[in-house]
């Protein structure tokens, strides 16, 4: 117990303890997260998906704002590219989470470290950040937290299914909004002040609302408005570091 | 009751799409991004890249739902800075743009 660095960097364990916590720290995030599955739930019947499609979905994708995304531009037959390449779009944010909680992965092998993977979410992220700096050293930690929250997202999808089957909410309802209230509400975490996000985020909306205008195919209003955005922050931070990216890759 | 177990082929291809790119971002983001160091300007369009892509998300139905919607857009932003709840966020912001536009005929 001495230094936080021998803490999170030392020996490494996965316990079962450790998985149990992890579960158990997370079951206050499932309250907020209910209405989210709960919409996808019902915007999936909406959209004509049967309740196995509807679950196999959220047992196989798990990633909420991914699934929404989908849903939003969900034709039939089923939008197989569109699908694939929006989801690819929406869960790139993912790639450098694991590569931030690479202190606690490094030393997990085989199921361990893949399936602890496959379960990684914004929360499990999050929880498991704050628990690696407080000094934690049980990575099955994370794989509890992702697990409780699996769990909890496929139930309350099916919930939402079995619910919307039977109330068929009509386009164009109030209900709906509850997609862009789910989008608003991940945002106010991720805002990190004017300086860094107004103009970004900014030029990514009125980019999307163009493409929009212009009548381009889902999910190009997206595609272009995102890139256009990160690109131009990306473009800002170099600008604001005065030196060329590559210079600093070489060194690295 | 026998079409809830239904899963056509083209909705199965879909999904499978969809959990293989992003089993890729989960588990080969970490494999990548630790094997080769990406030029800090591929980990600056990532970061920007959350922020951004629901940005580009919420504006363009934004600004089909008019007033109602910007002030429910306005309620749930609000709820959020002061609960840190995502639940009660999205169900005032619901509930705000619902009100109005009962009010609002």
Known sequence: MSGSEERSRGRVIFTRDGVRRGAVTSVPLLIGMVPFGLVIGVLSAAKGLSFAEAVLMSTFVFAGAAQLVVLELWTDPAPILAATIAALVVNIRMAPMGAALAPWLDKLRGWKLWGTLSTLVDHSFALGIAEQRAGGRDAGFLLGVGLCIWVGWVATVAAGHLGGGLVRVPPGHPLFFASIAAFLSILVPLWRGPRLDLLPWGVAALVAIAAHRAALPVPLPLLLGSFAGAGLGAWMEMRGRGMPGWKDASRG | ?105
């Open chain 2, 1 to 105: 009751m026998a079409e809830m177990w239904v899963v056509r082929w083209d909705v199965l291809a879909a999904i499978t799409g969809m959990a293989l790119v992003t089993y890729a971002c989960r588990a080969g983001g970490y494999a990548v991004l630790r094997a080769v160091r990406p030029p800090p300007w591929v980990e600056m369009v990532l970061r920007h890249l959350p922020g951004c892509l629901f940005a580009a998300y919420v504006a363009p139905p934004l600004l089909a739902l008019g007033w109602p919607g910007w002030c429910g857009a306005a309620v749930v932003v609000g709820v959020q800075v002061t609960t840190r709840n995502m639940g009660a966020a999205i169900i005032a912001g619901i509930a705000a743009t619902w009100g109005l536009r009962l009010i609002a005929g």
